[in-house]
Nanobody
Framework: QLIESGGGSVQAGGSLRLSCTASGRTFGYAMGWFRQAPGKEREFVAAVWRSSGIIDYTDSVKGRFTISRDNAMVYLQMNNLKPEDTGVYFC????????????????WGQGTQVTVSS
């Protein structure tokens, strides 16, 4: 029900745009992005609650990443990428109030790899 696209490999300072298509019951849910680097836990990146207009970013991406939503699509525009942004990026959906906890997101995409080289 969630399908990501747009990952790839870039050099530091470059940009990528991730896309996620929601379908079925996830269409009206709040949407977010998480990432997971090798050997690390999955971490919250950004999320948007369409009903309230709330947008949340983890501190390390503020000013560089922008999350946006257009009906069934959610995007993550990533600028000025850094090597520490490398990881598998997951699109996720939740019915919860604003939250950064992965456990609160009940629907997940398959993930898309983002690799940033120095």
């Amino acid at each position: 029900q969630l399908i990501e696209s747009g990952g790839g490999s870039v050099q530091a300072g470059g940009s990528l745009r991730l896309s996620c298509t929601a379908s079925g019951r996830t269409f009206g849910y709040a949407m977010g992005w998480f990432r997971q680097a090798p050997g690390k836990e999955r971490e919250f990146v950004a999320a948007v609650w369409r009903s309230s207009g709330i947008i949340d970013y983890t501190d390390s991406v503020k000013g560089r990443f922008t999350i946006s939503r257009d009906n069934a699509m959610v995007y993550l525009q990533m600028n000025n990428l850094k090597p520490e942004d490398t990881g598998v990026y997951f699109c996720a959906a939740t019915r919860s109030d604003p939250t950064r906890r992965a456990v609160d997101y009940g629907y997940w995409g398959q993930g898309t790899q983002v690799t940033v080289s120095s």
